[in-house]
């Protein structure tokens, strides 16, 4: 069962450049769409894929090849050496919420239904965004808005947010759609209540902290010439994966050995970030803000 479409599946595994007796890793298993594409491509080779949510379990690949590891991909180094996995020749991963998550009306994703404020993609993990709206003070709330979401009247939302939670506990996603809707003219607000909704998912789920993380080890997990292909949604993810990508760090400062040469651990394949062709977002529209990026270990 496919149930939810693969964004750029040809071009994130053409970008692993795969080799039929390497080993793999899809840290974002979801529906398994990439996954089974470079499943075909394997040979006497394994394919290792990662997902929190207890979902895509249904869905898994049947195969001696095949390691599924029930786990965020933060943890990456860790599992892998548990299964005496210490180097990798490629990586995988497509970030955000798959169509399934949102389409699960309980799981609280969307702003299009009501639902309980949850959000969370791991279900047995304890914060939510029940807790983070109505527990986290207005400085780090403002915060969260401002930089998860880049809402530039982060103050003004937090403050209406605050007047209510004063009075009473925010529930559902239609409750908080309720209480901000005003804050932004009618032909902007779905763009305006996807950046609130991002922000609170993004803080929920530590997306930026397990990136950044999977990026460090990941590229310490490479083999040479092993590639690292990421999909990412938003402009946040997509300036920290373009600046590791550079540099091989979070901030994009290039480093210099004593001899004043450049060191950086990874080359760009696409100078330029791949998007989605017309024909693709056309039958899939959840796919037009997907950037793809793709870097090779020296």
């Known amino acids: 069962m496919i149930y939810h479409n693969p964004v750029l599946l040809k071009e994130c595994v053409d970008g692993l450049n795969i080799n039929s007796k390497k080993i793999y890793v899809d840290v974002t298993f979801g529906s398994g769409g990439h996954s089974r594409e470079i499943f075909k491509k394997i040979n006497s080779g394994r394919l290792i894929s990662f997902d929190m949510d207890s979902d895509v379990k249904s869905n898994l690949i049947e195969s001696d090849n095949f390691l599924f590891i029930h786990a965020n ?17 490629g990586i995988l991963a497509d970030l955000g919420v798959s169509s399934h998550q949102i389409d699960l009306i309980g799981r609280g994703f969307s702003f299009m239904a009501d639902a309980e404020l949850d959000m969370r993609m791991n279900t047995n993990s304890i914060l939510t965004a029940k807790s983070v709206i109505n527990e986290y003070s207005r400085k780090k709330l403002e915060d969260i808005f401002f930089y998860n979401g880049d809402i530039k009247n982060s103050r003004i939302l937090v403050r209406k947010i605050d007047e209510y939670r004063k009075i009473k506990s925010i529930e559902s996603t239609l409750e908080l759609v309720g209480i901000i809707k005003d804050l932004c003219p009618s032909k902007y607000l779905n763009k305006f209540l996807a950046k609130v909704f991002q922000s609170l998912r993004i803080e929920v789920n530590d997306e930026i902290g397990s990136l950044q993380k999977l990026l460090n080890d990941g590229i310490s997990l490479l083999n040479p010439k092993g590639r690292f292909v990421v999909l990412t949604y ?13 540099t091989g760090n979070k901030d994009g400062l290039l480093c210099k050995d004593i001899y004043g040469n450049v060191t950086k651990p990874m080359i760009e394949i696409n100078k330029r970030v791949v998007t989605p062709s017309v024909s693709e977002i056309r039958v899939n529209s959840r796919s037009r803000s997907a950037k793809l990026r793709v870097a090779e270990k020296i």
């Open 234 to 246: 938003h402009s946040i993810e997509d300036k920290l994966v373009k600046n590791f990508f550079k």
């Open 73 to 89: 991909y933060k943890h990456i180094k860790r599992f892998l050496r548990l299964h005496d996995i210490v180097k990798v020749d």
